[in-house]
């Protein structure tokens, strides 16, 4: 979608039609900062640990607890998933202090990750109780309430997707109404300088790019392991 809050598109791929928006472009910016950071925290483990790696094992030591903690010891298989997810959306949610598009402000991104949680949730189902119970799970506590179970299973990876684009993409917009606001309060007073957009927005970016991102983060993974979790037992 290009123009008003949607991503713009950056450039086309040469000899094809198919554009690249900045949700792809970000999106490639912090897949190469997480990248880069993977190989330089790894790079040179020692068997005592000091400065970043400490860091880092603390970071997967609690990644591993918080999972173990929330779907059950049997399911810390999970942990390199989850992790990565929540690092990636801490990350793709805070894009927004340093002046990029986050993202998580596109529902494709948002609707492609609550699809793999979804996905996730049947697979790991059907294998944990095999088709047959799996099928029979539709049908409880009554037959009746066939159609109900699946339309609230297909509700699943909408309402996460929208949960997290609502929460992102709505502090964008106040943020971008706030700034020309403030841009065109500068201009009627007669300040040489945008000094209103400098102070003022501070508060806020710290309320929807730090405090709802990282907040926003927490949510979906939490809901992805409990969702996988139920599905499971």
Not at 72 to 81: H, L, M, Q, R, S
Not at 112 to 130: Q, V
Not at 151 to 172: C, D, K, Q, W, Y
Not at 196 to 209: E, R
């Amino acid at each position: 979608m290009e123009g008003g809050f949607g991503p713009e598109i950056i450039f086309t791929i040469p000899g094809t039609d198919i554009p690249v928006t900045e949700t792809v472009t970000n999106t490639w910016i912090i897949m190469a900062i997480l990248i880069l950071f993977s190989f330089l925290a790894t790079r040179k483990f020692a068997h005592k640990p000091k400065g970043l790696q400490n860091f880092v094992e603390l970071l997967v030591d609690g990644i591993y607890k918080f999972t173990a903690q929330t779907m059950g010891e049997d399911k810390v298989a999970f942990a390199p998933y989850i992790g990565t997810l929540m690092i990636y959306l801490i990350f793709a949610n805070l894009a927004g202090l340093f002046a990029i598009r986050p993202p998580t402000a596109d529902l494709n991104t948002t609707m492609g990750l609550a699809l793999i949680t979804f996905f996730m949730i049947h697979f790991f189902a059907i294998k944990r109780k095999g088709v047959g119970t799996y099928l029979k799970g539709f049908l409880d506590p009554f037959p009746a309430l066939l159609v109900i179970n699946i339309i609230g299973e297909l509700a699943t990876p909408i309402s996460l997707s929208f949960r997290l684009f609502g929460n992102i993409v709505g502090g964008l917009i106040i943020m971008n109404l706030l700034y020309g606001g403030l841009a065109a309060l500068s201009g009627s007073i007669g300040l040489p300088i945008p000094i209103l957009q400098a102070a003022i927005p501070a508060p806020l970016h710290i309320y929807f790019d730090v405090f709802a991102g990282v907040l926003q983060s927490f949510i979906f993974a939490m809901l992805t392991m409990v969702f996988v979790s139920i599905a499971m037992d």
